[in-house]
């Protein structure tokens, strides 16, 4: 995922496809990494909170989906980019789904995984095709920073979560 963030910064439209692919990479190795709590308990989701998570998705999805629309015109080449994005929005579903059907306490950290790379996301695509202030530059990299301590605390106690997930369900 450096790679990708490296040659992000770089040249993004020189490098697409190196970059997409090495993105690809890293998130299935994402998936690989996460895949010991990637199982979905039906019975542990409460419906109380479920209109405010409708609320919440409509409302992510409607801000990313018209950045996408003002950006997807402008991308050289969607042949890889296209599988990328797909991958990365399935990524963030999990990150931020998975904390209600495994009620771990630990794993409210995805939440802040999948926040931060929407964020992160979105303020580098910002930052190169729509406004050239270093503002949003300098906050895709503190997101990048925040997703890497935070899914690094989140590596280090993944056996601990697996271990005791049967307490919290």
């Known amino acids: 995922m450096l790679i990708a963030e490296v040659l992000f910064l770089y040249d993004f439209e020189k490098y697409i496809n190196v970059l997409s692919f090495s993105q690809l990479v890293g998130q299935m190795c994402f998936f690989w990494l996460i895949r010991p709590i990637l199982k979905v308990n039906f019975k542990n989701y409460s419906t109380h909170n479920l209109i405010e998570l409708v609320v919440g998705f409509i409302g992510i999805s409607y801000i990313v989906g018209y950045l996408l629309y003002l950006i997807f015109p402008l ?95």
């Open 75 to 169: 991308i050289p080449d969607l042949t890889l980019f296209l599988p990328s994005v797909i991958v990365f929005f399935i990524m963030v579903i999990i990150c931020i789904g998975i904390p209600f059907f495994n009620k771990h306490p630990d794993n409210i950290m995805l939440w802040g995984i999948g926040g931060g790379l929407l964020g992160e996301m979105s303020c580098g695509f910002i930052y190169e095709y729509m406004s050239d202030h270093g503002a949003y530059l300098v906050m895709a990299h503190l997101f990048g920073a925040f997703i890497k301590i935070i899914f690094t605390m989140y590596l280090i106690r993944i056996k601990n979560i697996k271990a005791t997930e049967n307490e919290y369900n």
